[in-house]
């Protein structure tokens, strides 16, 4: 039997589980049923399909940024 992992907690992954959660508790809706959402219409889907996609924009930048000392 192959040996466990360790459990390591990376900035990226608590950043990320914080801001999941943050989008999640704030729109009462989780990605997958989101989706469900936008068929009966409203604009609460639509609000939150544009924050999904803005997110998934934005990660790239901000996962570069994880772990980099600041700059002035």
Do not use: H, N, Y
């Amino acid at each position: 039997m192959p040996d466990l992992p360790k459990p390591v907690a990376e900035p990226d992954l608590v950043v990320g589980s914080v801001l999941f959660g943050m989008g999640w508790g704030l729109s009462g809706l989780c990605p997958g049923p989101s989706m469900a959402v936008l068929g009966f219409g409203g604009w609460q889907g639509i609000v939150f399909l544009l924050a999904m996609i803005a997110g998934m924009v934005a990660t790239p930048t901000i996962r570069g940024r994880i772990g980099r000392p600041a700059t002035a």
